[in-house]
């Protein structure tokens, strides 16, 4: 029997979308929880789990998931936690002198840029252990000067100086292309993920309209036939409310009345589902709920509004009947709504950490002006 295997934590900062989005994306990539799990989870902002037989398969999970912004922790199945094994020592690492002298724990040694707790630099692609041992190499061959040198140590200074000058700069051009690729790959995600909401909101709004037909031509023909019967009539020869009603809304263009319908029940979902997704109001009231917890929270007081817009335009229908006829298409569409407008329409704490940078970077630039401008004229 196998031994309890422990599990791996991970936590992110919800309020940042970008992480939010990296960490969702890297999940689902390498196929460690399912849409639904992660539609569950991801708004506590800490998912759990199972860790796997071969280390080496942890680490590579751990460094990916830091590279997607999240911090990582390991735990045992005794629940004692614990650090993952790539990650640096926290001592105060002491600096040796000379050439012995091992690089910055804070920043990669390589391309200077910030060094997270992967095994090798997410930028340049060094490998950390390799770099600190190369020194020691190369101060075995410190005497032997490259071939081609004649033994002069000026000329093996400047084929080495000329040779990492074109090293480093393949590499920054090389780090360019990177980070232009995933720019280019970040927004075909995002085209590819809009587009497919689309498409499902549309196939639900097909499947609402001639679920609404059937149902409105079902319920005329019951009509007809109740009315022909004794009780129907003695129904009828009443005059009340709900009679009328049902009278005025069989007499009426039933497929007409159907595409009436399922478009104010479209544009009601829309709406209250961008509003909801830009005040986080989707995310921490309507995601983490179960299908009937949705349907009972949001879809009953949504198809009650559209309902009532169907009232403002068919003064002959109450808003009883109203309610039974908009309730099927509007519980149909509205997931597909909310799933589109949480692609399309950013949260309101996006927004503003968007107009955050934008400031700053204005700031930058005004201050940069006007230290030329002072410079110029002094």
């Given amino acids: 029997m196998d031994a309890p295997r422990g599990k791996i934590i991970l936590s992110f900062d919800v309020t940042d979308a970008p992480t939010r989005r990296n960490v969702r994306e890297t999940l689902a990539r390498l196929s460690l929880s399912s849409k639904d799990r992660l539609d569950r989870h991801m708004a506590s902002g800490k998912i759990v789990l199972k860790r796997h037989p071969d280390p080496a398969v ?36 002491v600096t040796p002198a000379g050439d012995e002298a091992q690089p910055s724990a804070l920043v990669c040694p390589q391309c200077q840029r910030p060094r997270h707790a992967a095994p090798e630099c997410r930028y340049c692609g060094i490998i950390f252990n390799k770099y600190r041992a190369r020194p020691m190499k190369s101060t075995a061959k410190a005497n032997h000067p ?3 040198t004649h033994g002069r140590p000026d000329a093996a200074g400047a084929k080495v100086s000329a040779r990492n000058q074109v090293t480093s700069k393949l590499k920054q051009f090389g780090n360019w292309m990177a980070v232009q690729s995933a720019k280019g790959s970040s ?37 007809i036939v109740y009315t022909a019967t004794h009780v129907g009539q003695t129904f009828l ?49 309507h995601s983490p709920l179960g299908l009937m917890s949705q349907l009972i929270v949001w ?4 198809s009650g509004v559209a309902a009532w817009a169907i009232t403002r335009g068919n003064t002959g229908i109450t808003f009883v009947v109203a309610y039974a006829v908009v309730l099927p ?24 950490g968007a107009g955050h940078r934008s400031i700053g970077v204005l700031g930058k630039l005004t201050r940069d002006l006007a230290k030329k401008l002072t410079a110029k004229n002094g």
């Avoid at 879809?299 to 949504?302: A, N, S, Y």
């Avoid at 949480?342 to 927004?351: A, D, K, R």
């Fill in 187 to 223: 927004a075909q995600q995002w085209s590819q993920r809009l587009g497919d909401n689309l498409a499902h909101c549309g196939v639900a709004f097909v499947l609402a309209f001639i679920l609404e037909v059937c149902l409105l031509y079902l319920g005329n023909w019951i009509w």
């Fill in 237 to 285: 020869s009443m005059g009340g409310e709900l009679a009328q009603s049902l009278q005025h809304l069989f007499q009426a263009n039933l497929a007409l009345l159907a595409w009436q319908v399922v478009i104010t029940a479209l544009l009601v979902h829309l709406v209250v589902g961008a509003a909801g997704q830009f005040s986080h109001f989707i995310r921490y009231f």
């Fill in 329 to 352: 298409p509007a519980v149909l569409m509205m997931n597909r709504c909310f799933s589109l407008m949480q692609s399309f329409i950013p949260e309101m704490g996006s927004m503003a």
């Fill in 146 to 148: 490259p071939n081609g």
């Fill in 58 to 93: 942890d680490r590579r999970i751990v460094a990916m998931m830091e590279a997607a912004g999240a911090v990582c922790r390991f735990e045992s199945a005794s629940g004692e936690k614990q650090t993952p094994p790539h990650r640096p020592a926290q001592n105060a690492p």
């Fill in 299 to 302: 879809g009953t007081p949504i």
